[in-house]
């Protein structure tokens, strides 16, 4: 697909890394996660700190041309929304026999090579994480769900460690992760290195 502009920073980027808002009916401002909605698209990038700015310099309105509504709670709809889209693509992943769960699956699965992604549940305990990091190398941490949120998706109670193997939705899981962790902070207990990831 070819590269879009962010309206805050004027830079040129592929869509994955940045957020499509429509201006909709009454004028409304309308977040586009999933990219298809009708109108000319309006493109931010993923993160709370654009988006915080985009809104305050009146971004919006400058893009379109004419004058736009900016719901107040634009920021955490976006949020919401990145984090919704993201949990049901996990879901589907699970239903395609995509995803283990349960720190001994997810290390079974890494010592058969198995695994594209690791995920771990934001509030988890950071020795189990590390663990399963060291066997990982350099494959992507996925840390922006919590422990409920993980669960919910993935159809168990308790959800701290999990894995995706390699596929297609595999592939979009992670990129909505890193959307998201735009908007959410990852735990301190990841450190610098891991905290670049998703």
């Known amino acids: 697909m070819a ?9 040129a980027q592929a869509p994955a ?3 499509r808002f429509v201006v909709g009916p009454e004028a409304m401002l309308v977040p586009d996660i999933a990219g298809d909605l009708p109108g000319r698209g309006l493109w931010v990038g993923a993160s709370r700190d654009i988006l915080a700015l985009a809104v305050r310099r009146q971004a919006f309105a400058r893009a379109a041309r004419r004058p736009v509504v900016v719901p107040a709670d634009l920021i955490d709809r976006v949020a919401a929304l990145l984090a919704r889209h993201g949990l049901d693509l996990l879901g589907l992943a ?6 283990v769960a349960g720190f001994e699956k997810v290390r079974e699965a890494l010592a058969a090579g198995r695994v594209a992604a690791l995920l771990a549940a934001s509030d988890g305990a950071a020795d ?7 066997m990982a190398g350099e494959l992507p941490l996925i840390a922006c ?3 409920a ?8 109670e308790n959800v701290i460690h999990a894995a995706l193997t390699p596929g297609r939705l ?3 899981c992670l990129v909505e992760a890193a959307r998201l962790a735009g908007f959410r902070q990852p735990p301190e207990a990841l450190g610098a290195a891991e905290s670049e990831l998703v």
């Open 3 to 11: 590269e879009r502009r962010c309206i805050v920073s004027g830079t």
């Open 149 to 156: 949120e993980l669960s919910l998706a993935l159809g168990r």
């Open 17 to 19: 890394g940045l957020i």
């Open 128 to 134: 189990g994480r590390q663990k399963l990091r060291r």
């Open 170 to 172: 595999t592939d979009r």
């Open 94 to 99: 699970r239903r395609a026999g995509q995803a």
């Open 145 to 147: 769900f919590s422990s």
